[in-house]
């Protein structure tokens, strides 16, 4: 998709604004048999529904339920199944480490092992922060010829370990066996690209155990979900377009960063992320806006909060509209339904309003209503292409 | 699709007629609300889609804009991002020049340069059609070792360029460097397959500059739009019906040509094309029946006389159902909103009508209407397996 799209990009001066509703879609409420979005007074994105054109988004394939990282890479228009981020890179990037492209990131935990070097507690016993800050500064003196070694702390136990160097393969098994009474395992190189990057990890271990003997309770290491950050295409040369990242979580910057995108500073409000946009409004292209409340609702099953989370935001849809962008989008990243607490396989709803748009007979901006929509049920990664197409920003293909 | 369906062919005497109207798409008028399909007064239209089955086509990707090969290949059941129909082999449709698998064509322009080789006129001066017939006989003498070189006329300053052998490849770089005070460009050749082309059109435009040297102001050649024609399987024998192709106008004749249709002398209207269709309903099982109206409105901006368009195409339905097709499909090659002015990337409408297109809720033939439809969102180019589905000529697959 981004091939064919390349060379059909053209410039212009239009702006586009996309809004993510982290984990939007839900599912109907069994007492009354209305989702969150049918729930929720909305008239604003009803609105918008009404008079753009609506469809529902698949993030990766049916009945396949989005991470995070997956979720948004496919609203940025990159196949999910293709680029994969994964969940030492999406650690990384939530302390906003500044991870590039072919860095190898795993999550670590400080844990406690006995005398014989079996795991007596797989998290140390959630040592405070700033015991994990100092012993991770004990971890950053490790030195492996041929390859850097970054050590960067989380919260309580957890800390993040990076490779950088060339060369480096991410497909490792993890050190934690998940049981007590056992020692970590090694860690193994599951292709071949990857078996120096597994003698290096060890090697990392080794030294590890031996600086971190008289620390107890946090004596040892495990780590796990080993990931090499993909060679992401950027954005902004993919789509022709200057863009802006506008998130109060370090995981979504982190995110919008990694392909590229300019992460502009913010509050951690919605309204310090909408005044942020105002600001930088003629600097850029292209906006994406993350809104978080409605996934944390969602994840905490809280029907009621995440039906007041989409209220506030649509009290927000006047002051982005009064920016008057020239293609405004809805949608999220993956659905976060209350009566999942969790993240759901559902496909999401997605509303494009603009000029362009066109005739769609959809007048409410719900899971069921979007069902009925003229932009189908959608790859997400086919999103970014019908976004500049109602941007007049593509040319067409063929003669 | 193509290896799928081919040993799933049957054959029977069924009569299939896709009525495709160039362009058909559209876009609200922002007045009204209401897209040209909406504004028209389509009574037969509107039954067809009531008694049919509706959808949507997506020629080419959802935001892509198709051009009208890609357009119809989709139609004619060829997946148009495999087989490319670029813009020299179009030009040589557009004159019904008889290309064949593996001719690269060009389009070429006489052009002015001054004594220093520079470019002064990209057009030169838009020399009448009868000086640019005797200037391509001069080209026509024209002798490249190892290649059949084949000049054709086209109007004005415009000709085209075919080179016939075997191995030729098409990704070439253009000689027109698109502006004036510079020489023409070499050819560069864009992949190893066409390195040896590139030199043989090299050689071509060395020869051209002599041969011209005397005939100012179109006293040299821009070559551009170079494309090899895609080896392309044969409409008939890949579906297994004699094809036949109806069209006033040259370059969709072209097209039909190049899959192995056979094409129909017809007269410039759609009341001719409609009467060549009865004069030769026995001897074909498929037809093709282009109508060009609809685009020339559409791209002309002219949302009224798109309206009209569409009525004087609906006035003709009654005489096409009279023929009694076992499988009427009523679709378009891509949008042209009369808003946008051009081609759009709105998926268009389609309906089958047979006696086994099924329970559908449409009742009109719009945009918004078909959305709902049972066809979903189509693919263009999964068209021809349900058309030979409705016409009982596709065979179960797999026990």
Same mark, same amino acid.
């Given at each position: ?260 995108? @300019? !992460? *502009?500073?913010?509050? =951690?409000?919605? +309204? ?8 930088? /409004? #003629? ?42 962008? @020239? !293609? *405004?989008?809805?949608? =999220?990243?993956? +659905? ?8 759901? /396989? #559902? ?44 941007? *007049? ?5 063929? +003669?």
């Amino acid at each position: 998709m981004l091939e064919l799209i390349r060379p059909l990009v053209v410039g212009n001066d239009s702006k586009i604004v996309l809004l993510s509703l982290d984990g939007l879609g839900g599912l109907p409420r069994p007492e009354t048999g209305k989702s969150e979005l049918e729930t929720a007074r909305i008239p604003n994105l009803h609105r918008l529904a009404t008079e753009g054109a609506c469809g529902l988004l698949r993030h990766v394939a049916p009945g396949i339920t989005p991470g995070s990282g997956p979720g948004h890479l496919g609203l940025f228009g990159y196949d999910p199944l293709r680029y994969l981020v994964g969940r030492g890179v999406l650690e990384a990037l939530g302390i906003e480490f500044d991870l590039r492209a072919g860095d190898v990131a795993a999550r670590g935990n400080f844990c406690t092992v006995d005398a014989a070097g079996d795991i007596t507690d797989r998290r140390a016993g959630r040592i405070p922060t700033d015991v994990c800050v100092r012993l991770t500064e004990r971890l950053k003196g490790i030195r492996i010829p041929g390859v850097e070694v970054i050590v960067e702390p989380v919260k309580e136990h957890r800390f993040v370990l990076v490779l950088r160097g060339a060369g480096l393969g991410g497909r490792l098994s993890e050190t934690d066996p998940q049981v007590l009474g056992k020692p970590p395992l090694p860690v193994r190189a599951l292709d071949a690209e990857s078996a120096v990057t597994a003698e290096r990890v060890n090697t990392f271990v080794a030294q590890a155990r031996t600086l971190l003997a008289d620390a107890a309770p946090a004596n040892m290491v495990l780590l796990r979900g080993f990931d090499r950050l993909p060679d992401l295409p950027r954005f902004p040369e993919a789509f022709g377009l200057r863009a802006a990242a506008i998130a109060a979580y370090p995981m979504y910057r982190g995110l919008a960063k990694v392909v590229g995108m @300019d !992460v *502009l500073k913010t509050g =951690g409000g919605f +309204a310090d992320e909408v005044a942020t946009l105002r600001e930088h /409004w #003629q600097s850029y292209d292209y906006f994406f806006v993350h809104y978080k409340d409605t996934d944390k609702a969602g994840e905490d099953g809280d029907f009621d909060a995440k039906v007041a989370a989409l209220e506030r935001f649509d009290a927000f849809v006047p002051e982005v509209e009064a920016l008057r962008p @020239d !293609v *405004l989008v809805v949608s =999220g990243d993956h +659905a976060s339904p209350s009566v999942l607490a969790a993240h759901g /396989w #559902q496909p999401v709803p997605v509303l494009i309003r603009s000029r362009y748009s066109g005739a769609d007979p959809v007048t409410a901006f719900t899971e069921r209503a979007c069902a009925a929509g003229t932009l189908g049920i959608l790859p997400a990664q086919h999103l970014m292409p019908l976004v500049l197409a109602n941007a *007049l920003r593509l040319t067409k293909f063929g +003669a």
